[in-house]
């Protein structure tokens, strides 16, 4: 192929097309500082600091106690330092020979270093505080998060917006890390600002409100920035949050056969890229206004700054202030426009953190809302029979039920077999049978008593899942089946939850047993195939010994000795339970004591195998296509 055929061929290929924009409209569609005033936007600080501290001693009281008591103490030595300066100056400055004015200086000099090295002490004390909690308390923040997510209503995971509020608060444990320290040098800087304020306005009142002008621009500049920060990262969340999810499936080694045996690298590269791209567009869009208000604060900062020096010089000139009272102006000047730039540096912190937090608060709210509280009712005993009554379920956003109108019942002892197309709603059936999902109409009872009304957590401690889509657990293998289960130190129900699939010989081959970790990208760890990890997941529902047990697709990826291992596992198990599979390959529905077939949410035939298979409706089709193959 020539060069000229090569190009005309690029100049044919069109163009990668970029991600989709990522848009919103309702509730959290609003920025929540859009509309904010200057006034409220600072008010949130004491109630950030207010929430730190709860949160801090709700941690480690006695750490707590100790950061105080350091606070306190950077005070306290601020004042007598400023103080003790103002009583040395006036010997030092004095009359008398250089020995005379030094001798009589000692006493106070020897304040001022004793201070100055309380003060230090104070500030490392209280830093070794600050790291005793925040340790603990991002973890703390960090499992609250997770465990809000894990209880959630599932229903919640399929609403508009909820992985991007997620991604929103995890922003919060991340400003976790830092938020004490911050908080800790803030109120530093506040009490030592005070003392010095407090000293200076003893020794002319006039100097503080010029102080306050010096710096209020400084302030008023950060607190502004620290808002378009958080504008930015709240139009980029979308973004973030799916360039986080496709980082991770183009990254893991699970999927790199899949990237690179099907030409992918290219475009999820650029993919990545384009969304990077998008996020820095709009943070450099921003650029213009931070510097737009960091040169306004500083213009204004630095006149009344000149101003301040400009009236200390004189009041001295003009005698309106003794020289030595003069001398310490000047150290109580440098040390207020210090702490005072402390003050707004950490403050901007501070403020910073509460928009973080706040939505962090937020989020866990709303969990919280959603965790399941649907009654005091108990699901005790064996489960004998399962009911639905003209049960229906729509996800939110979607123009039709997925399960619409559907009436069963279950018996203990019996096989339910579901087969339909997919998106015919099976999946959905089982996660409103298991009360997973609660129907929006009609409704779920477990031997009478309806789902809407029980304590779900008595409902699932009776049943045992494998789902289509499972987890591979970076766990020892004995976790990854007694996962969820209280365990004794006797092995012997994990080996025969392991025998019962077939899995014993792949075991005994791991280096470790029943110990081995299984996560290879973990150092020491050991990996598992498709259908050895399909496994492992029905080996986790069986060792449950549950009361209902839902298999959706159990086989998938087994080959056929493991298959009827399975199924006849299954069998034999089956008159202790309510057993149901849902599946695609039809000829496993032999075992079934009474199949249903679905079509678009609803059950469109039901009956035993041989009646299904001569009836002629969509089982009887489905079936010889699969023999057609």
């Known amino acids: 192929m020539t060069s000229a055929d090569t190009n005309e061929e690029q100049a044919a290929t069109p163009p990668q097309p970029p991600p989709a924009e990522i848009t919103y409209s309702g509730q959290y569609s609003v920025n929540p500082l859009a509309e904010a005033s200057f006034r409220r936007m600072c008010g949130q600080i004491p109630s950030v600091l207010r929430r730190i501290a709860q949160l801090s001693w709700r941690t480690d009281r006695r750490a707590v106690q100790l950061l105080l008591g350091c606070q306190a103490v950077t005070g306290i030595s601020a004042a007598v330092l400023l103080t003790a300066t103002a009583h040395a100056m006036s010997p030092i400055l004095g009359d008398g020979s250089a020995g005379d004015r030094l001798h009589e200086a000692v006493p106070a000099l020897l304040v001022v270093a004793?201070?100055?090295a309380l003060g230090r002490g104070a500030a490392a004390v209280a830093t070794y505080a600050e790291r005793r909690i925040t340790p603990r308390l991002t973890t703390e923040t960090d499992s609250a998060l997770v465990e809000a997510v894990c209880r959630v209503e599932a229903a919640a995971y399929a609403e508009e917006g909820f992985s991007d509020r997620h991604e929103a608060a995890e922003m919060g444990v991340i400003r976790s890390q830092v938020m004490v320290a911050d908080a800790q040098r803030f109120l530093s800087a506040l009490i030592r600002m005070v003392t010095a304020c407090g000293v200076l306005s003893v020794l002319n009142p006039l100097m503080l409100p010029l102080l306050l002008l010096a710096v209020l621009p400084a302030g008023v500049g950060a607190v502004l920035t620290a808002r378009v920060d958080y504008e930015i990262h709240y139009a980029n969340i979308?973004?973030?949050?799916?360039?986080?999810m496709m980082r991770w499936w183009a990254t893991t080694s699970k999927y790199g056969d899949e990237v690179r045996a099907n030409s992918m690298t290219d475009y999820l590269v650029h993919w990545y890229r384009a969304l990077s791209d998008r996020c820095d567009r709009r943070t450099l869009a921003a650029a213009p206004r931070t510097l737009r208000i960091a040169l306004t604060s500083a213009v204004a900062g630095g006149l009344f700054l000149i101003a301040t020096w400009g009236v200390l010089a004189w009041l001295a000139v003009s005698g309106r202030i003794e020289l030595a009272v003069a001398a310490t102006a000047v150290i109580a000047v440098q040390t207020t426009l210090s702490a005072l730039s402390q003050v707004v540096i950490n403050g901007a912190a501070v403020f910073h953190t509460s928009l973080y937090l706040s939505d962090m608060q937020a989020f866990l709210d709303d969990a919280a809302a959603r965790t399941p509280?649907?009654?005091p009712g108990r699901a005790d005993g064996r489960v004998e029979q399962i009911r639905l009554d003209e049960v229906s379920y729509q996800y939110p956003g979607k123009a039709k039920p997925a399960v619409d109108s559907v009436t069963l019942t279950l018996e203990r002892g019996r096989i339910l077999a579901i087969v339909g197309a997919n998106g015919s709603g099976k999946s959905t059936l089982t996660r409103l049978l298991t009360g997973i999902y609660l129907a929006d109409k009609g409704k779920v009872t477990w031997n009478g008593a309806d789902l809407a009304s029980v304590d779900p957590a008595g409902v699932w401690a009776q049943t045992g899942l494998v789902p289509q889509i499972f987890a591979q657990w970076p766990m020892p293998l004995r976790e990854n089946v007694t996962l969820g289960q209280p365990r004794t130190h006797d092995d012997g129900p994990v080996w025969e939850a392991i025998d019962a699939v077939g899995l014993r010989e792949a075991v005994d081959d791991l280096p470790a047993g029943l110990d081995t970790l299984l996560s290879r990208e973990v150092f020491?760890?050991?990996?598992?195939?498709?259908?050895?990890?399909?496994?492992?997941?029905?080996s986790r529902a069986l060792y449950r010994l549950p009361g209902l047990l839902i298999l959706d697709?159990?086989?998938?990826?087994m080959d056929p000795r493991g298959e009827h291992q399975i199924f006849e596992r299954i069998k034999a198990i089956a008159a202790g339970r309510i057993t149901i599979v849902v599946t695609h390959r039809l000829e496993n529905t032999r075992i079934a004591d009474h199949i249903i077939v679905m079509e678009?949410?609803?059950?469109?035939?039901?009956g035993r195998y041989d009646d299904l298979v001569h009836a002629g409706g969509t089982f009887a089709e489905l079936l010889q296509l699969s023999q057609d193959r």
Do not use: H, M, Y
């Not at 979308?238 to 986080?244: I, L, P, T, Y």
């Open 524 to 538: 020491g760890g050991s990996e598992l195939s498709g259908g050895q990890w399909q496994r492992i997941a029905c």
């Open 600 to 606: 678009q949410g609803r059950i469109t035939e039901q």
């Open 114 to 116: 004793f201070a100055a």
């Open 373 to 375: 509280k649907r009654g």
């Open 553 to 557: 697709e159990p086989t998938s990826q």
């Open 238 to 244: 979308a973004d973030r949050n799916v360039r986080g």
